[in-house]
């Protein structure tokens, strides 16, 4: 095979491998070839990993298109928490400084959770915040500065959950689907203003009252049924300390730990209502 003609049929094996391994959404539709097959060129810039996949000498190229497996699609959890004992972790009044530590412990146990940030303190940690999201970590609105919502006017209610909305989204580029009220305080008036569901909690392990992991650990473990969600804060030492042997019990008890989002898919999950568990038959 001539070899213009021989790099011409690698690289259509490239694509047609990019495209069936899910890649092609990284591709710009109207990206072609020019003559000499110059691909760097006809990529440009527009994905470096692409590029890069495409610049290795052509003898690597069958380790290159090695499959890539695709993430669940979105609307697909994993576990079917109808049927499986799911647990939602939560962690309340961050980002702050242990907050990196505790999403490293997460990734090696790899288990997701769901943070309810306060808008005042994400713009000090956008990093942390964009961090959760790429690690498949869920992310709830906590106000802007952890007032008792039920002291607010209607007016003051809702710039701080959209001062939070509006933070949250700059750092991460998402908006959060869950409103956490702090304190738990709300009522029939506040509830109405809320175009989210409240996710309260029916696990407290007061992690922010004693700072004792072990105590942590063992309420969470008392407390805790199929559906529940477990109150703790990322904000203190002691809780980020408590996960990792809370994690080693929760599935040793046969929970599977998910977002609020898989948590409650399939069943009633509405705005303006509040909800402490999914509930169970
Ligand atoms: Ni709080």
Redesign the pocket.
């Known amino acids: 095979m001539p070899s213009r003609l021989r790099v011409t049929a690698i690289i259509s094996l490239v694509f047609s491998a990019l495209v069936l391994s899910g890649c092609s959404a990284a591709l710009h539709p109207a990206t072609t070839l020019n003559d000499d097959g110059d691909l760097l060129q006809a990529l440009g810039d527009q994905d470096e990993r692409v590029t890069q996949s495409l610049a290795v000498p052509t003898t690597l190229v069958p380790k290159v298109v090695a499959p890539v497996v695709a993430p669940p699609a979105p609307d697909e959890p994993a576990v079917n928490c109808a049927k499986a004992k799911c647990v939602a972790l939560t962690f309340?009044?961050g980002p702050g400084k242990y907050t990196d530590r505790l999403l490293d412990v997460l990734a090696k146990a790899k288990v997701p959770a769901t943070f309810?940030l306060?808008g005042q303190n994400v713009g000090n940690y956008p990093q942390t915040v964009a961090r959760m999201v790429k690690e498949g970590h869920q992310l709830g609105n906590?106000t802007y500065d952890?007032p008792s919502i039920t002291r607010l006017t209607k007016a003051q209610l809702k710039k701080q959950i959209g001062a939070t909305n509006a933070a949250v989204k700059k750092a991460s580029g998402v908006v959060p689907t869950t409103f956490?009220p702090?304190?738990g305080a709300h009522n029939s008036v506040t509830d109405k203003l809320v175009a989210t569901p409240l996710l309260l909690w029916d696990v407290d392990t007061l992690d922010w009252q004693h700072h004792d992991p072990a105590k942590t650990i063992k309420i969470a473990m008392q407390e805790v049924h199929s559906g529940s969600v477990i109150l703790m804060?990322d904000i203190h030492e002691t809780s980020v300390q408590a996960v990792p042997k809370l994690v080693t019990q929760l599935h040793k008890d046969g929970y599977t730990l998910v977002t609020v989002d898989d948590l409650f898919a399939g069943q009633s999950f509405k705005k303006s209502t509040a909800y402490t568990r999914r509930s169970t038959r």
């Open positions: 309340d009044d309810y306060l906590h952890h956490r702090p304190y804060h």
